[in-house]
């Protein structure tokens, strides 16, 4: 028996959703259900769940979450069998309710898919299946696509791995899909093009999932399916896997998953995002550990070291991103080229790719994300390669897309971030780049001994630095309380720290749906300055390093026009704690690492400000973890 996981990448502007399958011999329902609420991050407009007990197919499905699914399955539907498929739904294709969620089942009744994709020329195969003589209830384009595989198996005579392999190569777009015959009670047949799939495997049962997660316990064997790659997961026979276009036989590669339970559980936290922010100083450390080698001052990482040349030879540097990372991206241009004299261009991902940029084999382009499935940024990255650029990936998800794509590159070590709001993804990611930074400026000898032997230290203590940013977490929840009415807020900055000011408004809008803005410091003159009055609050990054002074002239022009000064300041700063309203102190330390520290009081500020609100702070609305299609 049969176990069903399905991605469901979004049409436009599509966003990932998530699925849990299972087919052995245990009961699906719980494994489901549990599995779908470890994924329900990747999507949370509704939810579905398929069940066969051996002779029947039971689908619920509803608009909500998974526990409103979980409440109306087990008053609807018999939960017993051990075959069942599930799916957490971001809606893309129709509006989220009953009928366009997932799974969706043929006209015959006989099968049953989800999907997370988008079927581009969707609406020209549903035109012609209406011909044929098929109705179709939901506004979906997974609806069309089964009852397209149900017309294949009907007019080839076909079994169902064949029917599925057919019918993909008529579709245009990207997917991860799982389908089930109720005439094929012992098989699953799973493929994908563009959205992460992964099998478990077990003794004589078998899981299928967006991500490992959902089967953590039960197994820490995995396969993960390569693009335009197919499955065909027999209970009793070995999984056979295919190409689709030319239906060759891939041999599995069977991994060993390095993830526990434990890291994906919030461990006594209220919520993710809060675990995760105080998990920093422990990434941060897992992420240079093995790397940073103070006593020998080295920094070693085989992506770097064995691309030395091409770094060196480049003529510039190109970072493709999106959100929080392009944020982290925005950092390390000024720490490349201040400290490796490497001229630097950041880039939307989602616009790079439309632009017709001027890439080149002299060019090196770094592609950041935190999942290593942000379609932009596989895009970028497959046009970066087309005009022979050499791409560098950085992420944190092993043997993500992101990572098989890219020529060389180097994890982050983060840890799972279920949090859609990302923090320790920003800090773990400035870490990474930092050390790409400092060793290419040794290569170069653009940095003299003693700096960087200051940086590594420095790099090295600043875990415990975060933890004493974290300490200030009652005095930020206090500041909370009493700016949670605001309706709009600026955060400013300079130097390294204008990434910082871009990536504490993006939270602050991500959690708590009060709009927020940030900008370089002196740039408000220019603008902002006109929303200032004692109604709106200003954050200010005022670090002892970097442009301090300016930075205070900045905030004497606030306070001149009666605006609400939050400073972020450098431990025993008075300058800036006699004009601003609140400070909250930061340890010091150099100015390229500061963004690591001064952005941990923004994270909680946000937080507590989602909270106090009464925000859903893990799952914000219209958010969803990360951007699986374009």
């Not at 076909?158 to 579709?171: R, S, T």
């Not at 794509?405 to 799972?416: L, N």
């Not at 500041?479 to 807020?489: E, L, P, Q, T, V």
Request: net charge negative; glycine share 6%; aromatic share 6%.
């Amino acid at each position: 028996m049969l176990v069903l996981f399905i991605l469901h990448t979004n049409t436009k502007n599509k966003f990932m959703c998530g699925i849990v399958g299972y087919i052995g011999q245990r009961e699906a329902y719980p494994i489901v259900i549990e599995g779908l609420k470890r994924l329900e991050y990747r999507g949370y407009d509704s939810a579905g769940i398929a069940l066969y007990d051996g002779t029947n197919l039971k689908v619920c499905k509803t608009k909500g979450k998974v526990s409103d699914l979980e409440k109306r399955s087990e008053e609807e539907i018999t939960t017993i069998g051990n075959i069942g498929i599930g799916h957490t739904r971001w809606a893309t294709h129709g509006v989220p309710n009953d009928v366009n969620s997932h799974p969706h089942v043929s006209n015959s009744g006989n099968l049953v898919i989800i999907h997370n994709g988008i079927i581009e020329n969707y609406e020209s195969l549903k035109k012609e299946l209406i011909t044929r003589g098929y109705s179709f209830k939901s506004e979906t384009d997974t609806e069309v696509l089964i009852n397209l595989i149900e017309d294949v198996q009907k007019q080839e005579g076909v079994k169902l791995g064949k029917a599925v392999q057919i019918a993909l190569n008529q579709v245009i777009g990207a997917y991860a899909i799982a389908v089930f015959d109720k005439n094929r009670p012992d098989e699953v047949v799973v493929a994908r093009l563009g959205s992460p799939l992964a099998i478990g495997i077990g003794e004589n049962e078998f899981f299928i999932a967006s991500d490992a997660s959902p089967f953590l316990e039960y197994t820490k064997n995995a396969i993960y399916l390569e693009d335009e790659e197919l499955a065909i997961i027999h209970l009793n026979k070995e999984i056979k896997i295919r190409k689709i276009q030319d239906d060759s036989l891939v041999d599995p590669y069977i991994q060993e998953l390095q993830i526990n339970l434990e890291q994906i559980e919030k461990n006594g936290f209220d919520h993710f995002m809060l675990k995760e922010i105080h998990e920093q100083p422990k990434a941060i450390t897992d992420t240079y550990r093995g790397r940073l080698l103070r006593n020998e001052a080295i920094i070693k990482m085989a992506g770097v070291e064995d691309n030395m040349k091409k770094f060196l030879n480049a003529n510039r540097i190109i970072i493709v991103a999106c959100g929080t990372s392009w944020h982290a991206g925005l950092v390390a241009e000024y720490i490349f080229e201040d400290l490796a004299r490497i001229p630097v261009e950041v880039e939307y991902a989602s616009e790079f790719r439309y632009r017709n940029p001027i890439i080149t084999e002299k060019d090196v382009v770094i592609a950041i994300s935190q999942s290593g499935e942000t379609a932009d940024t596989l895009a970028a990255i497959k046009l970066a390669k087309s005009k022979g650029a050499f791409v560098f990936g950085v992420c944190n998800v092993v043997g993500s897309s992101i990572a098989r794509e890219s020529d060389a590159g180097a994890y982050t070590h983060a840890g799972p971030e279920i949090g859609v709001a990302s923090t320790k993804a920003f800090t773990t990611q400035i870490t990474v780049l930092t050390l790409i930074a400092l060793r290419l400026a040794r290569a170069k000898g653009t940095i003299s001994s003693s700096d960087f032997r200051t940086h590594m230290l420095e790099l090295e203590l600043i875990p415990k630095k975060v933890e004493q940013a974290l300490k200030s977490d009652k005095l930020i929840a206090e500041i909370a309380d009493i700016y949670k009415n605001s309706r709009n807020c600026l955060y400013l900055g300079r130097g390294y720290n204008f990434p910082v000011a871009l990536e504490g408004a993006l939270k602050l809008k991500e959690i708590s749906y009060i709009h927020a803005e940030g900008y370089p410091a002196a740039e408000m003159k220019h603008g902002p300055i006109a929303l200032i009055d004692e109604n709106m609050p200003i954050v200010v990054i005022a670090t002892k390093k970097g442009h301090y002074e300016k930075v205070v002239s900045n905030i004497q022009e606030i306070k001149s026009r009666k605006g609400k000064i939050i400073g972020i300041v450098t431990e025993g700063d008075e300058q800036v704690r006699a004009l601003a309203d609140h400070v909250i102190e930061v340890p010091e330390t150099l100015e390229s690492l500061s963004p690591l520290i001064t952005t941990i009081p923004l994270q909680l500020l946000s937080y507590h400000i989602a909270v106090l609100l009464g925000k859903n702070v893990d799952q914000p609305r219209n958010l969803a973890k990360s951007v699986t299609v374009e």
